[in-house]
């Protein structure tokens, strides 16, 4: 099952492996519960990825390498979910050129408020994209990131032009069930 998904703090050896566009790094274990919805829509996109947890707090020096270093390995977008005072999408959009979309959790103190306005509240000349909180917000920057990829990708082009497509066709054919 995904939420059991054992974590480590060290890159995966599979990033090589799979080549990952998107990097997503949670601030903690806990934030998988959510960001697994991202995950899952990254998959059904075929949009290869790597994850990692790391925080901004209580492992500030991890969070910067692994920003540091995403480019030089081939990701082009990182996914940043951190709930609480969740600094973390700030600092490694302090340490990159990469996008960083920042995904904020349901927190403790204010159900997530204290999250976004954490993540939403960048200095000028350093940007974080800001999702909604939760789970929403997780499967908007898969889509983002989708979208950021199709900039320069035909066929991820062709991939989100289909998902919109499947969208509109799953609305235009919900009926009542009486």
């Keep these: 099952m995904l939420a059991n998904i054992a974590f480590d703090l060290k890159i995966s050896p599979m990033l090589n492996e799979k080549n990952p ?8 274990k806990s934030d998988w519960e959510t960001m697994q919805h991202c995950a899952k829509t990254l998959d059904n996109l075929g949009i290869a990825y790597d994850r990692a947890i790391a925080s901004a707090h209580r492992t500030p020096a991890k969070a910067e390498e692994l920003a540091r270093t995403a480019e030089g390995r081939g990701v082009k977008v990182i996914i940043a979910a951190a709930g609480g ?7 490694l959009a302090s340490q990159t050129h990469l996008p960083i979309l920042g995904v904020p959790m ?3 103190a204010l159900d997530g408020l204290d999250s976004l306005l954490s993540t939403v509240q960048m200095p000028r000349g350093v940007p974080v994209m800001t999702f909604a909180i939760g ?4 499967v908007n920057a898969a889509v983002a990131a989708l979208q950021i990829l199709a900039l320069s990708n035909a066929d991820r082009r062709k991939t989100l032009i289909e998902f919109r497509e499947r969208q509109t066709q799953e609305v235009l054919s919900a009926k009542f069930e009486d």
Excluded at 21 to 28: C, D, F, K, T
Excluded at 135 to 138: D, P, Y
């Design 21 to 28: 566009e998107v990097l997503i790094i949670m601030g903690s």
């Design 85 to 91: 005072a969740a600094h973390l999408a700030g600092v």
């Design 106 to 108: 349901k927190g403790w």
């Design 135 to 138: 789970k929403a917000g997780a």
